[in-house]
């Protein structure tokens, strides 16, 4: 089938489209792409309902979710299909540079050195072992780039950012996305109640929550569990690794120019060195750097942050079949699982060697 025909068939048949091919939004206009944002945004707002009634429910998994259910049952309407698209690209990229607004280089300075190379080391470890697991496993190149940012960086978010410039299927994003939070959430009660077995000090224990876990908010909730010290540690050790997403990400799009199976490619987008979301999200950690941004606004902030990944993974889910999810196998989850794993041990050394006694 060509890509036309598999696009007319969406949302059941254009599931093996790459993220971020500009092909899907050709010839569109803001009355083109308005029903499907209505469509993303409705399914974000009730993500973000549910996730404030059940807390451990993340608004980005029930989004993934709502959207999945709804594409796979034939509820959406054809003329959702440009806005959803546009969602999955551009609205998503506006969700990962409102992340840049969490972080200050403050939180970065307040580390000491020995902090500060395990953050490095942390993250450099994670994106090999869990490529390293996932090519053993026999994945996909962009669906084990997709685990090795999340993992190593901060779950959801990292992969939103990733997309991109890995091009992977909907499919795949959407894989990467549960796998994550699968392990994340596991993570909340698993690693301070290992913590404890282990008799780890206090800011031992709030460096391998922070260093081991993927998501900001999972963080924050499995430190909660312990005392202000580790959670004090905990959410610097994270929000450092949050910041670690400019260079992996610059590393990605480098690669991605130079992949010899895409040199050459007709018809393809060349991918910017810098991407310009990425740029914006530099800036935005610079704005909150800066201090001229009131306090009272970050809470705001952080809400819109969360509607906007909401719908940007709402437009991508839409268009997956549950049917192909299936056929990935039970190989992604294997390789989310071992490389967790893997990352628990080395981030527990890790942690042990930059602030135990």
Same mark, same amino acid.
């Given at each position: 089938?060509?890509?036309?025909?598999?696009?007319?068939?969406?949302?059941?048949? *254009?599931?093996?489209?790459?993220?971020?091919?500009?092909?899907?939004?050709?010839?569109?206009?803001?009355?083109?792409?308005?029903?499907?944002?209505?469509?993303?945004?409705?399914? *974000?707002?009730?993500?973000?309902?549910?996730?404030?009634?059940?807390?451990?429910?993340?608004?980005?998994?029930?989004?993934?979710?709502?959207?999945?259910?709804? $594409?796979?049952?034939?509820?959406?309407?054809? !003329?959702?299909?440009? $806005?959803?698209?546009?969602?999955?690209?551009?609205? %998503?990229?506006?969700?990962?540079?409102?992340?840049? @607004?969490?972080?200050?280089?403050?939180? %970065?300075?307040?580390?000491?050195?020995?902090?500060?190379?395990?953050?490095? *080391?942390?993250?450099?470890?994670?994106?090999?072992? =869990?490529?390293?697991? !996932?090519?053993?496993?026999?994945?996909?190149?962009?669906?084990?780039?997709?685990? *090795? =940012?999340?993992?190593?960086?901060? /779950?959801?978010?990292?992969?939103?950012?990733?997309?991109?410039?890995?091009?992977?299927?909907?499919?795949?994003?959407?894989?990467?996305?549960?796998?994550? =939070?699968?392990?994340? =959430?596991?993570?909340?009660?698993?690693?301070? &109640?290992?913590?404890?077995?282990? /008799?780890?000090?206090?800011? #031992? %224990?709030?460096?391998?929550?922070?260093?081991?876990?993927?998501?900001?908010?999972?963080?924050?909730?499995?430190?909660?569990? #312990?005392?202000?010290?580790?959670?004090?540690? &905990?959410?610097?050790?994270?929000?450092?690794?949050?910041?670690? +997403? &400019?260079?992996? +990400?610059?590393?990605?799009?480098?690669?991605?120019?130079?992949?010899?199976?895409?040199? $050459?490619?007709?018809?393809?987008?060349? #991918?910017?060195?810098?991407?310009? @979301?990425?740029?914006? @999200?530099?800036?935005?950690?610079?704005?909150?750097?800066?201090?001229?941004?009131?306090?009272?606004?970050?809470?705001?902030?952080?809400?819109?942050?969360?509607?906007? +990944?909401?719908? /940007?993974? &709402?437009?991508?889910?839409?268009?997956?079949?549950?049917?192909?999810?299936?056929?990935?196998?039970?190989?992604?989850?294997?390789?989310?699982?071992?490389?967790?794993?893997?990352?628990?041990?080395?981030?527990?050394?890790?942690?042990? +060697?930059? @602030?135990?006694?």
């Amino acid at each position: 089938m060509s890509a036309p025909d598999a696009r007319r068939k969406w949302p059941v048949t *254009a599931v093996g489209h790459r993220v971020g091919d500009r092909s899907r939004e050709a010839g569109t206009s803001i009355a083109d792409v308005g029903p499907g944002l209505v469509v993303a945004v409705a399914i *974000a707002l009730l993500a973000v309902a549910v996730h404030d009634r059940v807390e451990l429910a993340s608004a980005h998994v029930v989004s993934v979710g709502l959207a999945l259910v709804i $594409g796979n049952l034939g509820l959406l309407p054809v !003329a959702a299909r440009p $806005g959803l698209a546009f969602a999955s690209k551009h609205v %998503l990229r506006v969700g990962v540079v409102f992340v840049g @607004f969490r972080l200050s280089m403050s939180d %970065l300075l307040s580390l000491s050195a020995r902090g500060l190379v395990l953050v490095v *080391a942390v993250v450099a470890t994670s994106f090999m072992l =869990t490529r390293w697991v !996932a090519a053993k496993l026999g994945l996909s190149r962009p669906l084990g780039l997709l685990l *090795a =940012t999340g993992t190593s960086i901060c /779950g959801v978010s990292a992969i939103a950012a990733a997309a991109p410039a890995v091009r992977p299927r909907d499919d795949e994003l959407a894989y990467a996305i549960g796998l994550v =939070t699968l392990c994340g =959430t596991l993570a909340i009660g698993l690693v301070p &109640a290992l913590g404890s077995i282990l /008799g780890l000090g206090d800011s #031992t %224990l709030g460096a391998w929550i922070g260093a081991s876990i993927h998501d900001v908010g999972q963080v924050v909730a499995a430190a909660s569990t #312990t005392n202000e010290r580790s959670l004090e540690i &905990a959410v610097v050790v994270k929000l450092a690794r949050v910041l670690m +997403l &400019a260079p992996v +990400l610059a590393a990605l799009t480098i690669a991605d120019r130079r992949d010899p199976d895409r040199v $050459g490619e007709v018809g393809r987008e060349r #991918t910017p060195l810098v991407p310009g @979301f990425i740029a914006a @999200f530099i800036v935005a950690v610079a704005i909150r750097s800066s201090g001229v941004m009131p306090s009272s606004l970050l809470g705001d902030i952080r809400d819109l942050e969360t509607i906007l +990944l909401a719908a /940007g993974l &709402a437009g991508a889910a839409a268009g997956v079949s549950l049917n192909r999810l299936r056929r990935l196998g039970a190989r992604p989850l294997v390789a989310g699982l071992v490389s967790w794993a893997l990352v628990l041990i080395v981030t527990l050394v890790g942690s042990s +060697l930059a @602030f135990g006694a």
